[in-house]
Structure formats: structure tokens, C-alpha cells
């Protein structure tokens, strides 16, 4: 089984209004942390934020936040007031465990902002 | 966030020469890094994981001999693609990390073999 699932291929959104892109995990782990990045066209990998299994609140960073529903073991990141510089790829990602540190990747999302 | 660099961030070479990647995390202490190699339009894929001063864990089907792995400070870890061949080409992304802190990323070398 996958352990992280995104199942939008590719998103458009228009400027200014807000998106949300879905990931749900899967594992038994009662400790594990939920990350998202960004990687634009030159191709590096941005952290974005990062959602613990213990968290009680979803996380925000600035645009950003982590609607983080554990029952449905799901981390959609919401994205508000989308920018043209926010086009690129997004991954969602899973750390599970106190003591791993292997990340597991979903298949991305490609999203489009549109003036 | 944390400072990860990556050198070179392209390159070119002939088929059947070797070609040595560094990644560095120049602002902390990396106990672990990672090497992930990414195809066009998809995922990242783990090949290594590295700990500072021992041998790397490679994943299945990646070949330990090929893809040399050296860790020799907190600081600094090498990819070596050795005797290289067009298979090879593609985009090499690096990762550091603080104990089961968050992964911080490289900006990646693309790779190219003729």
C-alpha cells in the first residue's frame, strides 16, 4: 500500500483565491510527522510546513496551513490568497516513528496559478 | 530554514566517466543525509541514507558499488556515480538532516550522460 496518496495530478487555481491540495497517509506508527514542500521549476525542494501526529492544532506558516484530520489520516495543505510565484510542484511526505527518519514521498501535485 | 548546498549543480560527462556530487549543510550539523534521485514529472526516490563516519544504507535495487556514498563530517556527504552510462542521467537531489528533525533539501544536480 502507498503510504502517501495525492490524488490530484495537477490543480489550477486563479490568483489571489485559495487552494487546497489533499494527501492521506497511511500507517500504524502512533508517532509520525506529516511534511509538505514545494519544488519549482529549477527543481529544488522547499520545506513549507510540518504537521505532528501530536499536534493538536493544524499548523499554519504564513499561506500556509495543514488542515490535518488524523481519524481520515488525512493532510491537506491549504494555500490562501494563491501568488503566481506559488506554481510549481508539491509533495507531500511522511516521517513515521519516534526514532525513523526515512521520508516517504507522494506522487506530487502540479499546481498552476492563473493571472 | 536550514542551508543546504549542492555542487555542481549541473553537469555533463562521457559515458564511462565517474562524477562526484557534494552536498553540504552549511548552517547545522547533519547526522543523517539522504540522496534521492527524481525522473521527469515524478517523485523523488530514495537510493542512500548516510549517517556521519559509517557506511551508507542503500535501498533495494539500488547498487552500492555504482553509487558510492561517503559521509566523512556532519557537514559534507559525496555522491560518486561511477563509470557512468545514460541510464544514469538525471536529477540527483540531496537531503540533511538533525536526528528525525525535518529534511531539508539541496537545490539538486541534474546530470547528464552522453
Known amino acids: 500500500a502507498q503510504k502517501i496518496t495525492q490524488t490530484q495530478p495537477g490543480m489550477f487555481v486563479q490568483e489571489k483565491e485559495a487552494v487546497t491540495l489533499d494527501c492521506t497517509y497511511d500507517?500504524?506508527?502512533?508517532?509520525?510527522?506529516l511534511f509538505w514542500y514545494k519544488q519549482p521549476s529549477s527543481g529544488e525542494m522547499i520545506f513549507l510546513i510540518y504537521?505532528?501526529?501530536?499536534?493538536?492544532q493544524n499548523a499554519t506558516e504564513g499561506r500556509y496551513s495543514l488542515n490535518f484530520q488524523k481519524a481520515r489520516k488525512s493532510a491537506n495543505l491549504v494555500i490562501s490568497a494563491s501568488q503566481l510565484g506559488d506554481s510549481a510542484m508539491y509533495f507531500c511526505?511522511?516521517?513515521?516513528?519516534?526514532?525513523?527518519?526515512?521520508?516517504?514521498f507522494g506522487t506530487g501535485t502540479s499546481l498552476t496559478v492563473i493571472p | 530554514g536550514a542551508v543546504v548546498s549542492q555542487h555542481p549543480s549541473r553537469v555533463i560527462c562521457k559515458s564511462g566517466t565517474s562524477v562526484k556530487i557534494e552536498c553540504r549543510s552549511l548552517?547545522?550539523?547533519?547526522?543523517?543525509m539522504f540522496w534521492y534521485r527524481q525522473f521527469p514529472k515524478q517523485s523523488l526516490m530514495l537510493m542512500a541514507t548516510?549517517?556521519?563516519?559509517?557506511?551508507?544504507?542503500?535501498e533495494q535495487g539500488v547498487e552500492k558499488d555504482k553509487f558510492l556514498i561517503n559521509h566523512a563530517s556532519l557537514t559534507l556527504s559525496t555522491l560518486t556515480v561511477t563509470s557512468a552510462h545514460p541510464e544514469d542521467s538525471s536529477f540527483y537531489i540531496c537531503?540533511?538532516?538533525?536526528?528525525?528533525?525535518?529534511?531539508?533539501f539541496g537545490p539538486g544536480t541534474r546530470l547528464t550522460v552522453l
Open positions: 537531503s540533511a538532516a538533525w536526528a528525525t528533525d525535518t529534511q531539508y
Open positions: 500507517t500504524s506508527d502512533q508517532s509520525y510527522g
Open positions: 504537521q505532528g501526529s501530536y499536534d493538536e
Open positions: 511526505a511522511m516521517r513515521e516513528g519516534v526514532s525513523g527518519n526515512q521520508f516517504y
Open positions: 548552517d547545522f550539523q547533519a547526522t543523517t
Open positions: 548516510s549517517n556521519e563516519g559509517s557506511k551508507a544504507t542503500y
